[in-house]
Every structure is written in C-alpha cells, then in structure tokens.
C-alpha cells in the first residue's frame, strides 16, 4: 500500500482524499489547518489526520502539497527536515511555483514534481498536466496513477505550465462565464431563468461529451448551416471581438501565472 501525505485538505487536496481513500491502494495522512477539514476527512473516510505538515511528511514516501501558491513556501520549510530519505517526493499543485524554488526548500536532490489540476477533479472529470525534475521522473508513473483518480493526466514540459494554467486550470471559470451569459441572453428573449439554466448545462455537458470524439471545428461545421441562426450567431460575436477576447484573457492569464513565480 502506498503512503501518500497531503498538506491542504481543500479543493483539490480534498477531492484527492475522497477518491484515493475509496481506492483502498494507499495509506493517507492528511494534514491542514482547519480542525472541521480535518475532523470531516476523519471521520468521513478514515484517514489519519493531523495538525503538523512535518508529521504528515514523516509517515508518507510521497507528499503532496495542495496549497496557496503563498503558502508554499511555509509549508516546504516545514517538511524539509522529514524529506532526507532518498525514498520520498514532494509534489506541489500550487500555480507559479516552479520546481526551482521548490528545490531550495529541500535538501539536496530531492525528487520533486509539480502537477496542475483544475477544480473538475471534485466530480473526477478534471484534467492535469504533470513535470518532474531529473530525482522526479522515477516518480512520475506513480503519481500520473494518483492523479488518474480525479481526471485526464498528461506529461507536458514545465516552461509550458504557466500557458497550461491559464488554459486549463482557469479554465472551468470561463465556461461558467459563457455559460452564465447564454443564460443571461435566453432570459432576454423570454426564456424563463430556470428552463435557459437547464437548456444551457445540459447543451454544455453533451458537447464536452462530442468534443471527445470529434473537433471542435466538426462540430461547428455539423450544427452550422449556410445563411442559418448560427450563422448569424457566429457573425454577430465575432464582430463583438469573441475570439479575440479568448485570446487576450489566456495571455493574460499566462503572463499572471508567470508573475507569480517572480
């Protein structure tokens, strides 16, 4: 059985607990701040728990740190006594936090990786992107197998994190905000609130479900027809600036992820 310690027992770390606990592959030890977090993972799914990030560190061989990117740093120093043995690693979910600055809280040569997820891993649907430094990469299937458990898991360079972040981890809050507005527009024609909220989550889910299988383009092409409604849809919100909005928000996005690497 694997041990696995989580520092932070919030969004992220907290969908880990739930899924990895209903596994029964590891040993979890889950350390936060927050009595009731740790009280309601306890108790709910019986794992150990603990107010100490150190201890959490000493009865893991791989510890994840699900924290804010301005916690990290405490939380690595804290660890970094229990992280001598050759035989444990340290993975970070923090946006901006490269593996540099995670390397000078650890003693020398410490295998560390970094993964960022986004919140659809509460419902297990989430998608991550995942490196590793060279001590790291023998690590790297046992964590893709962790993170497997609340989504999609894929290997991409680190100098490509900050883009990635801004596409995917921020991702989700761009849907709800399209989503808000088709239904903010469907009740300005008349439809009411609660029939254009259901028309629009069920429209969004069923397309994720399609862009599985084909692309988005075939997609596009299949519902739009020549001098049709969505025809016109697509002439009015490209003259609006849609796309290039889209745009300029994940390149804004991605030059803030790198800002706070600085």
């Known amino acids: 059985m694997k041990r696995v310690g989580i520092i932070g027992a919030g969004k992220i770390g907290g969908s880990l607990i739930s899924r990895l606990s209903a596994s029964g592959d590891f040993d979890l030890t ?31 061989d791989l510890l994840i740190v699900a924290v804010k990117p301005w916690d990290v740093g405490a939380a690595l120093d804290e660890v970094s006594p229990a992280m001598e043995s050759e035989e444990k690693a340290v993975v970070s979910v923090a946006a901006g936090v490269p593996i ?17 997820p986004n919140v ?34 894929i290997e991409l360079p680190e100098r490509l994190f900050d883009a990635a972040t801004a596409l995917h981890g921020s991702g989700p809050a761009y849907v709800a905000l399209f989503a808000d507005a088709l239904i903010q527009a469907g009740v300005r024609e008349g ?24 692309s988005a383009h075939q997609i596009r092409d299949e519902v739009m027809t020549p001098g049709g409604t969505t025809a016109a849809a697509f002439v009015a919100m490209e003259k609006a600036g849609f796309v290039a909005a889209v ?12 800002r706070l690497a600085e």
């Open 100 to 116: 540099k600055a995670i390397e000078r809280r650890l003693p020398a040569g410490a295998a560390v990786l970094r993964v960022m």
């Open 247 to 258: 745009y300029d928000g994940i390149e804004a996005a991605t030059e803030q992820s790198r």
């Open 191 to 214: 439809i009411p609130r609660d029939v254009a909220r259901r028309l629009v989550n069920e429209t969004i889910g069923g397309t994720a479900v399609l862009l599985k299988e084909r």
């Open 120 to 153: 659809c891993a509460a419902v297990g649907l989430g998608s991550a992107v995942v490196a590793a430094n060279e001590p790291g990469e023998a690590y790297l299937r046992m964590v893709v197998g962790i993170f497997r458990h609340v989504g999609d898991v």
């Open 30 to 60: 889950v350390s936060d701040i927050h009595e009731a977090q740790l009280k309601l993972f306890a108790e709910g799914y019986g794992v150990r728990t603990t107010h100490s990030n150190r201890e959490a560190a000493e009865e893991s």
